[in-house]
């Protein structure tokens, strides 16, 4: 257990839905991440939180959208999302940028 | 875009015998870390290792940080089968997030 939570562990979708992704950490962390792991692929950093502040973005298509209420929990609303977007979806804090990140046990994504 | 690239891409040992694990990147950096990574887990962190130390210990971990080379080793003695994972690094450089490399598959036979 590393104080981050993700839900749902595993989640198959359509092209056309819509979904949400949950992260909460109970560590009293300041930045929160999103990270798309791939196989055989390098970890994808993805989106980045400070603060409740979206500081760094990716490059990532329009159609992940992240958001963050508070600094305990980070969203990931999908919709539209194409086949080549299954992977494992991470979502990690820190207490603050810079530090050691601690990772939850990630949400397997299939999009058929 | 990836930073540190982790070699070998895979490693198979017996149990009891050491594991050597590198990773190389390309530019400056502050800190630099090793994570271990359970097949569809998320990432575990093991060390931190700063750009001013050469060396740290952590029970059967050793890391070596050489930044005039720009090179990290991982060293596991006397592996375990449990010691089985994914092994990343991770470079921090400062303006911007840490980057992780493709990572060491680690493999140790009981």
Not at chain 1, 14 to 41: D, P, R
Not at chain 1, 44 to 72: A, D, G, T
């Amino acid at each position: 257990e590393t104080g981050v939570t993700q839900t749902p562990r595993h989640l198959v979708m359509g092209m056309t839905n819509k979904k949400s992704l949950k992260c909460e950490q109970h560590l009293g962390h300041n930045a929160m991440y999103w990270y798309k792991q791939s196989a055989k692929k390098p970890l994808e950093l993805m989106f980045v939180y400070s603060l409740e502040e979206r500081v760094e973005n990716n490059s990532v298509p329009s159609r992940f959208s992240p958001e963050c209420p508070n600094s305990s929990h980070l969203f990931l609303h999908l919709h539209t999302l194409q086949p080549e977007d299954s992977a494992l979806y991470l979502c990690a804090s820190s207490r603050d940028r810079f530090y050691e990140q601690y990772f939850g046990p990630g949400t397997r994504l299939t999009v058929t | 875009s990836q930073q540190g690239e982790e070699d070998p891409q895979a490693l198979s040992i017996q149990e009891g015998e050491n594991a050597t694990m590198n990773c190389s990147y390309k530019t400056s950096i502050n800190n630099l870390q090793w994570y271990r990574q359970n097949s569809g887990r998320g990432l575990v962190h093991l060390i931190l290792i700063r750009s001013n130390e050469r060396e740290k210990h952590s029970g059967r971990l050793r890391v070596t940080l050489d930044t005039s080379k720009k090179s990290s080793s991982l060293l596991i003695t006397a592996s375990r089968a449990a010691d089985t994972a994914s092994y990343f690094c991770a470079t921090d450089a400062g303006n911007n997030d840490m980057r992780f490399g493709a990572g060491t598959r680690l493999t140790v036979k009981p």
